[in-house]
């Protein structure tokens, strides 16, 4: 389905809006906190209904802002896309002139909205939005003359929907945007972001796609945790660039790791947490054949494979360690 924005249009605050920001500000342990819960919640339903008139869905109740301890702790004004990812929305008050965007919510979103708001509070204006590929080093302030216009931004959710459709293997329940994986989802947002961040920005400024799968598995009676991670982006009309990344995570007081195919952590990441020596993870083409490999030693934190794919490709990704196996099959 094409999305089709015409022209900005101001967007009323309901009276539910403001019960649901009333609710929440109340149980904050500061007035200045609880300012900042009430317009973070105020822009969240304004941008579901704005979505919702464009038939878009959303998951207002999965994001991180609907969530009490969440929502206490962190700066959050987040509203889930089912399949997709997240939109961040930032409050911009009357007379100020830029978005600021909070470390917290610096990457795992799909891009972040400039919600204006009334004195009165009794509606809001979405100005525009800025791609998640573009902010590099936060806190960040954009002036709002640099947004990208709303047209942009459904040109961005068509692009994100075209890969969802395209790769089908990706568009499985097990396999999920990162940010609405439950096991990444439950972590500091501050605490372990950064190996994540680097991993989204490897290439700046580049459209990807990328989903993540949760696999467990047991190795000499130790329990392992991998995050199968899989980022694909189009070099070319004829080309697509897929990034398989391994990094080295464990949960406090186990053993536990994670793995990463463009693939990251699901535990608390620790600083001297290394991959299992000797686990491998190669590629291979359509008979089965192995086209690229590399294997952990014994002190690596993270491996990575990076290829380049034709469309209708086959291909599959073979992790190995001792006797574990675990093959995941894709198609461009």
Not at 81 to 100: A, D, S, T, V
Not at 103 to 121: C, H, K, N, P, W
């Amino acid at each position: 389905m094409n999305l089709i924005l015409s022209l900005t249009l101001p967007v009323p605050v309901s009276q539910d809006a403001h019960r649901f920001a009333r609710q929440f500000a109340l149980e904050q342990a500061t007035p200045e906190k609880g300012k900042q819960v009430y317009l973070n919640t105020l822009a969240v339903v304004a941008l579901r209904d704005y979505l919702r008139w464009l038939s878009i869905s959303t998951g207002i109740d999965q994001g991180d802002c609907w969530q009490p301890a969440k929502r206490a702790m962190f700066n959050v004004a987040d509203l889930v896309l089912p399949h997709l990812g997240k939109l961040e929305c930032i409050p911009i008050l009357p007379n100020q002139n830029y978005l600021e965007i909070p470390t917290e919510v610096a990457d795992q979103r799909l891009g972040y909205i400039a919600v204006q708001f009334s004195e009165e509070l009794k509606q809001v204006e979405l100005l525009g939005f800025v791609p998640a590929q573009e902010i590099s080093h936060p806190p960040e302030q954009i002036p709002l003359s640099k947004l990208h216009s709303l047209d942009d931004l459904i040109d961005h959710l068509n692009w994100h929907r075209k890969w969802a459709n395209l790769w089908q293997d990706l568009s499985q329940p097990e396999w999920q945007p990162l940010e609405l994986l439950p096991s990444l989802n439950t972590r500091s947002l501050k605490a372990t972001r950064q190996p994540m961040r680097n991993f989204l920005k490897l290439e700046s400024l580049e459209q990807s796609f990328i989903r993540g799968k949760v696999i467990e598995w047991e190795n000499n009676n130790t329990k392992l945790a991998f995050l199968l991670r899989v980022k694909v982006s189009e070099e070319s009309t004829e080309e697509v660039h897929v990034n398989i990344r391994l990094d080295s995570f464990r949960e406090e007081s186990t053993e536990e790791v994670d793995v990463k195919m463009g693939v990251n952590s699901r535990y608390s990441l620790g600083e001297n947490t290394y991959l299992p020596a000797g686990l491998e993870v190669s590629v291979l083409d359509e008979s089965g054949v192995v086209c690229m490999q590399n294997k952990a030693g014994e002190a690596d934190q993270w491996i990575e494979l990076e290829f380049g794919c034709q469309p209708q490709e086959k291909f599959s990704l073979q992790i190995l360690l001792n006797e574990n196996k675990i093959i995941e099959n894709f198609q461009v």
